[in-house]
Every structure is written in structure tokens, then in C-alpha cells.
């Protein structure tokens, strides 16, 4: 039986891993963070409801993860 391949890791530099987290999170977690900005409005029209359950100190602390990113 042919055996399993070795586990990915972001710690072999060079890997394809340690590439992806390097260049393609950074622009994935860009585009996630467009498109909740530029669609916002209906974003809380939709889920608004919901948000208004999460207390406001957990709302600004994730916010305030991402602003490093912008």
C-alpha cells in the first residue's frame, strides 16, 4: 500500500505551503476585507440582528485585528 504524503508546513521555506501563507493570505484576507467594506450596508441590513448580540467589545477588538491589514 502506498503510503500517505508528508504533511504540508509553512515552516519549510521555499515550499509551496510557506508560499501560499506568504503571498496568498495576505491577499485573500485583502479581498475579504474589501468586500465586507464595500458591501457593508447590506451586510448589517442582513445580519444585522446577529451583530446586535455580540457584545460591542468583541465587534471593536476584531476590528481593530484588522487594521494592520488595510
Given amino acids: 500500500m502506498a503510503e500517505s504524503p508528508a ?3 509553512a515552516q519549510d521555506v521555499g ?3 510557506y508560499l501560499t501563507i506568504k503571498d496568498r493570505t495576505p491577499q485573500i484576507l485583502t479581498k475579504v476585507i474589501d468586500t465586507l467594506h464595500r458591501h457593508k450596508s ?3 441590513e ?3 440582528e446577529v451583530l ?3 457584545p460591542k467589545e468583541e465587534l471593536q477588538s476584531a476590528l481593530a485585528m484588522t487594521a494592520p491589514l488595510e
Fill in 7 to 9: 504533511f504540508l508546513s
Fill in 15 to 17: 515550499s509551496f505551503a
Fill in 42 to 44: 447590506e451586510f448589517f
Fill in 46 to 48: 442582513k445580519h444585522g
Fill in 52 to 54: 446586535k448580540k455580540v
